[in-house]
């Protein structure tokens, strides 16, 4: 479980691929404080610590991940968000995050609006999904990339974000361009109401 309050924009330094799998290693401030089998938000998904060093650690993403997110788009040299696991007796910042990234969607739009930013994503709408609240909603939650953000201008297939000067730079908000793919987790709360609404 997370929180979507990215703590590291780490630095991908190794990629390996096996069959279907890769396994990505990343450099990061608290690699020393991980350990095997901790769990760790990468973009927004939810991967198993398998291996670490004193300044990185290393995840494996396999065919389903790869499939539902932009794992597998990474390159060396590229920023990953990071997020630890929340901790039970800590706030929550942002919103319940579970990890479990529900599809891609794409920048179409960037907009600087004078130390602010505003970032438009498009994706492909499943109506059915859609009926059981894989959507967004105005003043709603969503989670790109691992960042719990407020949704504004919500449409079918597209909403936008308002980025801080704090976010845009502490996170991988600053390579995101139009045609960059992204990872997004619709509210948890928004599936478990529509889900209610179908039992009679």
């Known amino acids: 479980m997370f929180s979507g309050i990215v703590e590291e924009a780490a630095t991908v330094v190794a990629i390996e691929k096996e069959k279907a799998n890769i396994h990505l290693t990343l450099k990061s401030s608290f690699a020393d404080e991980l350990k095997v089998d901790q769990s760790v938000s990468h973009n927004g998904v939810c991967l198993t610590v398998v291996k670490t060093t004193a300044d990185t650690h290393t995840v494996t993403a396999i065919k389903e991940t790869l499939e539902k997110s932009n794992l597998g788009l990474l390159k060396v040299g590229d920023k990953v968000n990071l997020e630890r696991s929340m901790l039970l007796n800590g706030r929550l910042d942002g919103h319940i995050v579970q990890g479990h990234v529900d599809q891609t969607a794409t920048c179409v739009e960037l907009k600087e609006a004078d130390g602010s930013w ?37 449409k079918d297939n597209r909403f936008s974000v308002a980025i801080i000067p704090y976010t845009y730079e502490m996170t991988n908000f600053h390579q995101i361009k139009p045609g960059t793919v992204i990872n997004i987790e619709f509210d948890i709360l928004g599936k478990y109401i529509s889900k209610l609404l179908t039992f009679k």
């Open 118 to 154: 505003y970032y438009t994503f498009e994706y492909e709408i499943d109506r059915e999904k859609a009926a059981q609240g894989y959507m967004t909603v105005e003043k709603g939650s969503v989670t790109v990339n691992g960042v719990s953000l407020t949704v504004i201008n919500s």
